[in-house]
């Protein structure tokens, strides 16, 4: 009988942090819009979802530069910002596809 108690415990318990640790990860990426200097197209949200998941140096900077519309007159964009002179190593993110491919959000 103590053994099965654990068994039913462990689960239960990882189901509860993982659950509570999604939804506060959730609450700060809504903070994260939040802050946005300007109006995010829906894509740009898909883009930063997929930047901010990952989480390296040059997606931080993406993000930041998203959000507060920093490559928008800038030739190249927040890409050219972030990776030109090898101030990040740029890294491919197959995740952004979905933002460019997916109907409902591009449409």
Excluded: W
């Amino acid at each position: 009988m103590e053994v099965f108690k654990y068994l039913v415990l462990v689960p239960l318990l990882f189901y509860s942090f993982t659950f509570c640790n999604d939804q506060s990860k959730q609450q700060e990426f809504n903070s994260l819009l939040d802050s946005a200097t300007v109006e995010l197209s829906d894509i740009e949200v898909c883009a930063i979802r997929a930047y901010y998941e990952r989480g390296l140096e040059g997606d931080k900077c993406m993000v930041d530069c998203i959000l507060n519309g920093k490559g928008k007159n800038v030739g190249g964009g927040c890409p050219h910002i972030c990776f030109a002179y090898g101030r990040f190593e740029f890294e491919e993110l197959p995740e952004l596809t979905k933002c460019f491919t997916d109907t409902e959000i591009s449409n």
